[in-house]
């Protein structure tokens, strides 16, 4: 099986994986298994870092990537397509991802190497795109992270992306999610996305640019002085489908 990323790179998959034997924590299975989930995930991808894109137009902008959940390599494609980045380090722990990662046909400047993100993202140097595809992420979650967050924003980055998967449940959990983010109660998508914009903006002096949303939510931080309501997209079928092509 082939995917085209983004109209421009291709992505391999070995015909010899077979789904039932790949564990529903690794993206290779959503890859595999619900091909509309992954492509939905490239969409909402792809647009928050093309935005990042218009914001700061001409080759070389974004330069350095470090991408610390490599996953099947859809964001790693998109960054490749995007910003031809002359230094883009991917890190990833699943072993049957990372075999699939190193088998791809990606620029010299792309390096693929394990890597746990809890190590990782403490552990890096600076890069321009900080590029954090959580595979599990909400509010609550962001104390467990706490030192890799203050180091990732700490070195000052051109702009940070972190995937919040449990946006759709945001109804669920007004209270739950609204605490980790300073508020009483989070009654909309839109509180919910400017509660994150506000708090990274006090805690390191980033705010929202972009999201994209289809169940999770693609959040692009960039430093800002104050907080601006960011440009929001809801990913629909035809633009997934633009996003990847899987036959």
């Known amino acids: 099986m082939e995917a085209m990323i983004a109209n421009a ?40 870092l093309n935005q990042l894109n218009v914001m700061r137009p001409g080759k070389g902008s974004i330069s350095t990537v470090n991408e610390f959940f490599g996953g099947v390599g859809i964001g790693s494609a998109i960054v490749q397509k995007l910003f031809q980045p002359t230094r883009h380090c991917v890190f990833e722990v699943d072993a049957q991802c990372l075999e699939h990662l190193q088998r791809q046909s990606f620029s010299p400047g792309l390096t693929v190497q394990y890597g746990d993100a809890v190590d990782t993202m403490l552990e890096c140097g ?25 180091h990732v924003f700490g070195l000052r980055p051109k702009a940070v992306y972190l995937n919040d998967t449990s946006f759709w449940s945001r109804h669920l959990h007004q209270e739950r999610y609204a605490g980790p983010l300073n508020k009483a109660a989070l009654r909309s998508d839109g ?53 990847m092509r899987i036959w």
């Open 126 to 150: 600076y890069a321009d795109l900080m590029f954090c595809d959580f595979p599990k992420f909400n509010p609550l979650d962001i104390s467990g992270w706490q030192a890799q967050l203050d």
């Open 191 to 243: 509180e919910y996305i400017m509660a994150y914009s506000e708090k990274m903006r006090a805690d390191y002096g980033y705010a929202v640019l972009a999201v994209a949303i289809h169940r999770g939510a693609s959040f692009l931080y960039v430093p800002a002085l104050t907080v601006a309501h960011p440009t929001v997209t809801r990913i629909k079928r035809p633009a997934a489908e633009e996003a």
């Open 9 to 48: 790179v291709r992505l391999s998959f070995s015909e010899n994986v077979q789904p039932e034997s790949l564990a529903k924590t690794s993206f290779m299975y959503w890859a595999m298994q619900r091909p509309a989930f992954a492509q939905a995930h490239a969409a909402r991808q792809l647009y928050v």
